[in-house]
């Protein structure tokens, strides 16, 4: 893996991170917390975001499917 800098899309803000090995820690954990949550509650349909949620946190832009859920 490279070690340069990040590159933004043209037109969104940049975001720094101090550590990209512990915010990548930090995406992870989200989602597994999704994931237990679905569990929890016997339920999938908490899945249905998950992707675009997780990608919103990353400040990347979805595609129309993973922004609808399906």
């Known amino acids: 893996m490279g070690t340069g800098p990040a ?5 969104r803000p940049r975001s720094e991170v101090a550590d990209p090995r512990e915010a990548a820690r930090a ?3 989200q989602l597994e917390g999704q ?7 016997n339920s999938t349909h908490r899945l249905g975001l998950l992707w675009a949620n997780c990608l919103a946190l990353l400040g990347a832009r979805a595609p129309q499917e993973a922004v609808a859920g399906i």
């Open 7 to 11: 590159r933004s899309a043209p037109g």
């Open 35 to 41: 994931v237990l949550f679905a569990k929890l509650y």
């Open 27 to 29: 995406v992870v954990a």
